[in-house]
């Protein structure tokens, strides 16, 4: 296991930039997951670490190296990818071998290491089987026993879920879970299924344009987001956006209707602001903001209502069952509290939640 440290990285492709002067700390032992929608530069920053891309400036050290200009197969990492990439013609036993046999380690050692990795992975009694006779499910297992008998310092996956269906997802997830909790090793892991993220990540990093926008623990970007574009990327369904003027007594003005918000005591009374509800933390209220029901989706634990103010779709998500109809009135308030408040210039969050 090994820290990875990053300083200054910078990718460019021609006059192009897409990755723009990255600093990221890495722990010893940590999950860490990229997060971010397609092109934000997140599998490039991997694959840079993986050293599958050049690095156009700043530094990449793994443990006490730094390996800017090492080759992969000596960066002591070990990379699980989208598609699989196992060997058609080899059984699993093989094609979780390979890479041992490559660097010619004695026969009974490759053996034990792919027995223990089959046994952590439940693949034992599929070491004859070539990969056209396993699921998708299955062959992601080998790629990760691929990965895991390599005993390498940092484990990279990437998107290695989005293959696979609904269900099967949610359950690799808490498989790669599990098996970091049990090896311990430092884990790096793309995905832009912030979904994946929250539940799987010690930290999470959010990317947008080659930018890092924010770090930290899965539930402080939910509960304190830094800006409106983690505000709104974090969580699903995500956060509603209204706009608000900020009135005396620490209260926003919200199409008419008045929240306090704690958030807006420092700030000058008909200051614009951004404001930001979760759509669980909108209640049914006679003196709320009066909207039209679009859609409704019970999901069975919950209730998800679409709802229109004006050209705005709002999102609200009652734990109760509702029997709302569409186009049928309803009013929705924030509960109390619960308001984030960003600049609508520069987007960033204004003090805390209230």
Do not use: W
Not at 32 to 59: F, Q, W, Y
Not at 184 to 203: F, L, P, S
Not at 318 to 331: L, S, V
């Amino acid at each position: 296991m090994a820290q990875v440290t990053i300083r200054g990285l910078k990718k460019s492709y021609g006059a192009t930039q897409v990755i723009h002067g990255v600093d990221l700390d890495i722990e010893d032992g940590q999950f860490v997951v990229l997060v971010g929608p397609s092109g934000c530069g997140k599998s490039t920053l991997l694959r840079m670490i993986a050293g599958l891309e050049g690095i156009s400036d700043g530094t990449i050290r793994i443990g006490d190296r730094v390996v800017n200009s090492l080759p992969p197969s000596e960066r002591d990492i070990a990379m699980v990818f989208q598609n699989y990439a196992l060997y058609p013609h080899k059984n699993v036993a093989s094609n979780m071998a390979f890479s041992l046999k490559m660097r010619r380690m004695p026969k009974a050692e490759i053996r034990d290491r792919v027995q223990k990795a089959a046994e952590i992975l439940g693949l034992t009694e599929y070491l004859d089987r070539y990969p056209r006779a396993l699921s998708g499910g299955q062959r992601q297992r080998v790629a990760m026993g691929r990965a895991i008998v390599r005993d390498p310092q940092v484990f990279l996956f990437d998107e290695p879920l989005s293959n696979l269906d609904a269900k099967l997802r949610v359950q690799m997830r808490a498989e790669i879970r599990e098996l970091h909790q049990r090896l311990g090793t430092t884990t790096v892991y793309v995905t832009h299924d912030q979904i994946e993220a929250m539940t799987m990540a010690d930290k999470i990093v959010v990317l947008q344009g080659g930018v890092i926008e924010q770090i930290g623990a899965p539930l402080e970007l939910y509960d304190t987001p830094a800006n409106l574009f983690v505000a709104g990327f974090i969580g699903s369904p995500s956060m509603n956006f209204f706009d608000g003027i900020v009135r005396g007594d620490g209260k926003v003005e919200i199409g008419g209707m008045q929240v306090a918000v704690a958030a807006a005591r420092e700030l000058s009374e008909g200051q614009p602001v951004k404001c930001g509800v979760r759509p669980e933390e909108l209640e049914l209220a006679a003196d709320g903001l009066a909207m039209s029901v679009a859609v409704v989706e019970p999901t069975g634990s919950e209730t998800h209502v679409i709802a229109r103010l004006g050209e705005r779709e709002v999102v609200a998500v009652f734990r109760e069952r509702q029997a709302f109809q569409p186009n049928e009135t309803i009013h929705l308030r924030p509960f109390e509290g619960s308001v984030h408040l960003f600049d609508p210039g520069t987007g960033a969050r204004i003090q805390g939640v209230s």
